[in-house]
């Protein structure tokens, strides 16, 4: 099983940044696929980001090339940057594993990112 913690979520007007972790009890290097995914208030979840172990890298369009993902396989983390933050990217970000084989997937607590005046 595989544990992963968030952090760096916060109260931020718009335009402006915030950078995200996701700090992860294995390995990365183990973990085939981490990405992120944020839930809005009475909306679905969405997929944000993604990053394989190699280092290929997805955006979902809202990032609207204004979120960049990264990882550190030393320290086990997973980086969202998000800058030009703006009151429709409020939501709470979830970070997430997946491994292939077999296939699992597991999911951190949350962090609530607000943007607002």
């Known amino acids: 099983q595989v544990q992963l913690v968030e952090s760096g979520g916060g109260l931020v007007q718009p335009g402006g940044s915030l950078r995200l972790s996701c700090a992860a009890s294995d390995p990365i290097f183990t973990i085939n696929l981490m990405g992120w995914h944020r839930q809005a208030p009475g909306k679905q979840r969405e997929l944000v980001a993604t990053?394989?172990?190699?280092?290929?890298?997805k955006y979902a369009d809202s990032a609207n090339g204004r979120f960049t993902i990264s990882k550190d396989n030393a320290k086990n983390t997973v980086y969202l940057q998000m800058n030009s933050l703006k009151p429709e990217d409020t939501a709470v970000y979830y970070c997430n594993a997946v491994l292939r084989t077999p296939s699992q997937s597991y999911w951190g607590k949350g962090t609530l990112v607000t943007v607002s005046a």
């Open positions: 990053i394989t172990n190699g280092g290929s890298i």
